[in-house]
């Protein structure tokens, strides 16, 4: 699987995942948590405030997809594809393990391990 | 109201071409030119994007043009509608006078057409989206109608009128790519294959080659043209995401907005409208965008379409042409909205003409419900 490098931004999400803790860009400033991360607070615009804060992995299925033709050839269909809202707020996309998924289900966070020590985000129940 | 009209509409050669983009657009800006009474020595101004990096530089060289305006406003699927907007502002501020936008593309001839997109390396997206194998655009279009399904208790059944309503219409537009393909039923668009649930096949548009162009000028000038003016009465817009995370809801889009807008600027109303064309990429996006521009209420277009009232003959004409659906579809196909409107007004459809139709809407959407733009058009 491709996931292109992190850059000056991502990089302290990204070295979260390399033990498996889930972080989400928080505003030291006003308390506003985004994803993705970004180089400024889009609530109160602040560049300097920022930081990842440890969150819960926890969240409830917005709504989902079943993809049954594959993007890339090497992906084996069918798979879920769904935006987790996640406890804390932010909406994210990911893939849920598993079948028969409806919307309103509770997830939590487990981990895709990366060949370069990364960990990819998925969802199970 | 504007003093600014559409005077020459025209598309280039559709469906499998096995032509260029630019022979393509070519024909696209010199058929409307001829429509329109002008010749591209009358042009100062050109919109188009498509082409390449630098779309309106690039076919600007290639029709031998040195314009006074240019565009290249790359929103997809709304991007001509963001164009009417802009050139009409340019028109009435006299930077320009007259002013073609242009699109066109030979994307089933081409094989160009890929199921996952295309995300740029140093994007969000591609870090935190694209690793998980959405299908781009399809995947977001398909999570919006599970979303609404949920919500409202809607079902493929009934989203799949949308489908079968285009392809009616397509029976009648001897140019649309399943003209003579014959009707399509509920039970075939539920029995198409999969792709990303609850979408099939028959839910999505067409790949095929195609475009057109439209040419605009002053009222006054227009007077003197080929055929009644076909006035630019309002116009408005909305970008709302890029991301497949960034929006709340994904049943109610940025085409609220914007369509308030634009019939605001126009003094009009969804009961002044005689012809609807909204760019349906899948039947979802004009279901979500008949619904969003106030033709109905939240939560009811599914019911507000299910008695015949989009299909020819029925209470409100949608996308007349056949649409992305069961026309053409060359990617960023809100350039044929207009030209479609464009005919209707002047009642040059045809078998598929709207009786008297006086005020006609076109609508685009582009990207995965990310930009929405409103051109409401009319003829006294
Ligand atoms: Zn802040």
Redesign the pocket.
């Known amino acids: 699987m491709h996931v292109p490098p992190p850059d000056d931004v991502t990089a302290g999400w990204w070295d979260a995942t390399r033990e498996h803790r889930y972080t989400l860009q928080t505003?030291r400033?006003?308390g506003?948590v985004q994803h993705p991360p970004r180089a400024l607070?889009t609530?109160?615009s602040?560049m300097v405030?920022l930081g990842f804060v440890e969150a819960s992995g926890h969240g409830v299925v917005d709504t989902f997809t079943v993809v049954h033709r594959a993007p890339v050839p090497e992906a084996a269909v069918p798979y879920t594809i769904a935006r987790v809202r996640l406890a804390e707020g932010p909406f994210v996309l990911s893939t849920l393990e598993g079948q028969d998924w409806r919307i309103g289900d509770p997830v939590r966070v487990g981990w895709l391990d990366l060949d370069d020590g990364r960990a990819l985000p998925v969802f199970h129940r | 109201m504007s003093g600014v009209a559409i005077v020459g509409a025209a598309e280039c050669d559709l469906g499998s071409t096995g032509k260029s983009t630019l022979t393509l657009q070519t024909q696209a800006v010199t058929r409307a030119l001829a429509d329109a009474g002008l010749t591209l020595s009358d042009v100062d101004g050109l919109a188009t994007t498509g082409v390449s990096r630098f779309s309106t530089t690039q076919l600007a060289e290639y029709l031998g043009l040195w314009p006074r305006w240019v565009d290249s406003t790359f929103v997809g699927g709304s991007a001509a509608e963001m164009m009417v907007a802009r050139a009409t502002q340019a028109i009435e501020a006299g930077q320009v006078s007259t002013v073609v936008i242009s699109f066109a593309s030979n994307q089933r001839s081409a094989r160009s057409r890929s199921l996952g997109g295309v995300a740029e390396e140093h994007i969000p997206e591609a870090q935190f989206e694209t690793p998980y194998g959405p299908l781009y655009p399809l995947s977001y279009y398909a999570m919006a109608a599970q979303q609404y399904f949920h919500r409202y208790g809607g079902t493929r059944e009934k989203l799949a009128e949308i489908a079968v309503a285009a392809r009616a219409w397509a029976l009648l537009n001897p140019v649309a790519f399943r003209y003579g393909a014959g009707p399509l039923t509920v039970d075939d668009v539920l029995a198409a294959p999969m792709v990303s649930s609850p979408l099939t096949v028959a839910d999505c548009c067409l790949v095929t080659d195609g475009g057109g162009a439209v040419v605009l000028t002053t009222l006054d000038r227009a007077r003197d043209l080929r055929h009644p003016p076909v006035r630019v009465l309002g116009y408005g817009e909305r970008s709302t995401n890029t991301s497949m995370t960034a929006v709340e809801d994904l049943t109610a889009t940025g085409a609220r907005e914007s369509g308030r807008e634009a019939f605001a600027r126009a003094g009009i109303t969804p009961a002044d409208v005689d012809v609807l064309e909204v760019y349906d990429s899948f039947t979802i996006t004009a279901a979500l965008s008949i619904e969003a521009l106030g033709f109905c209420g939240p939560g009811e277009v599914l019911d507000y379409i299910s008695d015949g009232r989009i299909r020819p003959g029925g209470e409100l004409a949608l996308n007349t042409s056949g649409g992305g659906l069961s026309y053409c579809h060359p990617g960023q196909y809100g350039v044929l909205l207009l030209v479609e409107a464009v005919r209707q007004l002047r009642g040059e459809a045809g078998a598929r003409q709207v009786p008297d139709a006086r005020v006609a809407v076109a609508h685009g959407t582009g990207g995965i419900l990310s930009t929405h733009a409103t051109v409401v058009l009319g003829v006294r």
């Open positions: 505003c400033s006003c506003h607070c609530a109160c602040s405030d």
